[in-house]
Structures are given as C-alpha cells and as structure tokens.
C-alpha cells in the first residue's frame, strides 16, 4: 500500500506542477521540490527495517560495524546528492546538477578510503 500513495503523491504533483507551469512557473519550482521532499522523507522513515536487517546480517557475519556504517553513508549520500542534482535539473541548472554530483562522489571516494585501504591490506596479507 506504501508504494501506492508515493506515486499518488508524484503523480498528483506532477499533474499540479503542470498546471502550475504555465499559470505561475514560480510556484511549480516550489510545489516540484515540496513534492520531492515529502516523497524523500516518506522512503527515508520505512528505512529503518532495512537498516536493522543489514545490522544483524553484520552481526551474524561477524563484520565491524564502522564498516557498515560507511556503506550506509555512502548510500545516503549518493541518494541525496542525486535528489539535489534533479531538483537543480529540473530549474534548468545543468551545469550545477553536474557539480553537485562531482561533490557527491568526491564524498563517497573519502568516506570509501578506509574500507578501500583494509581491502588492499587483506589482498596484500593473501599474496605470497
């Protein structure tokens, strides 16, 4: 049912963003991101099921949890950061949404480095 009432959402904002946009163009902006920001925060709430999930697949595969944290920073910054590059997109900011996404993986690369670096030091160790 959850999924049903998100393309409610998108699809009642997007029919009004429609309308919108040729009456007051100042408002469709403000009702597109409005739209986006209830949708985001809708997915975001039901993440908590899959985070707990991932925590005792972790537990269970005996991993550090620093390790888990990371990936799921790294996946909250590659939705974020993709959610800012559309809205950027959408107000005909091409330029803006392609460095708000070089941000993005300048991010995700900094916050990868530890586990990169632990996974070249085990290959390293297996080596003879």
């Known amino acids: 049912m959850h999924i049903f009432q998100l393309v409610g959402i998108g699809m009642t904002a997007t029919i ?4 919108l946009r040729e009456h007051a163009p100042q408002f469709a902006m403000l009702v597109s991101i ?4 209830v949708l985001l925060t809708m997915v975001v709430h039901n993440m908590d099921g899959v985070v707990q999930s991932l925590a005792g697949l972790a537990d269970a595969a005996k991993l550090n949890h ?14 974020i950061v993709e959610f ?18 070089l941000a993005g993986k300048v991010g995700i690369i ?3 480095m530890p586990i990169i670096t632990d996974v070249v030091e085990s290959l390293v160790h297996l080596l003879p």
């Open 16 to 19: 009004l963003v429609s309308v």
């Open 34 to 37: 409005l739209a986006g920001i």
């Open 66 to 79: 620093s390790f888990l944290s990371t990936v799921l920073k790294i996946i909250g910054i590659a939705y």
């Open 84 to 101: 800012a590059a559309q809205v950027a997109r959408d107000a005909g900011e091409g330029s803006l949404a392609g460095k708000i996404e």
């Open 110 to 112: 900094i916050l990868a």
